[in-house]
């Protein structure tokens, strides 16, 4: 199992069957670790994923910038007829989520069997898996996500703060 990571944030594959993905996070997710998120994500959602399960059990910190990229993400999926899934979130981030009042748009579940659920049985990957999603999941994209975001206008989307967008 292939898990790539910065300073701040690891994502590691865990199952995948067809256009779903269940991706752990681990560490922080925030300003510092926003390019790697990006980029890393966007190689998942570029592929074709467009169903995805975030198991955040070792998140241990996601600010108002973190709560941004998973906005950005669930807009995107939904604008390819996906969704985004929250499993095992935490009570910080869970009061992130309660206090802006974002679980409204991102669902969260108790397990990744409770998320899995949700979804058709004809999408869900084995769970627990049974082997890795190493080579079956990208995890760095030839074109930076925020490239197609950008283009489509994504209200979530971090902007420069200086409006220097390119």
């Not at 996070?25 to 980029?39: A, K, M, T, V």
């Not at 802006?100 to 069997?113: A, K």
């Amino acid at each position: 199992m292939r898990s790539r990571e910065n300073d701040r944030l690891a994502i590691t594959p865990l199952a995948v069957k067809d256009e779903c993905a269940v991706i752990r996070f681990s560490g922080e997710l925030d300003q510092g670790s926003e390019e790697f998120y990006l980029d890393r994500i966007g190689a998942v959602v570029a592929t074709g994923y467009r169903h995805l399960v975030l198991d955040v059990t070792a998140l241990v910190f996601c600010d108002s910038r973190g709560l941004n990229c998973l906005l950005a993400l669930r807009w995107l999926l939904q604008r390819r007829e996906g969704s985004l899934l929250l499993a095992c979130v935490g009570r910080r981030l869970a009061a992130v989520l309660s206090l802006t009042g974002s679980t409204d748009m991102l669902p969260v579940f108790s397990s990744v069997s409770e998320a899995l659920r949700s979804l058709p049985a004809d999408q869900r990957p084995d769970w627990p898996p049974t082997e890795s999603a190493g080579p079956d999941i990208p995890l760095h994209s030839p074109e930076p996500l925020e490239t197609s975001w950008q283009k489509d206008a994504n209200p979530h989307f971090p902007r420069d703060p200086e409006g220097m967008d390119s």
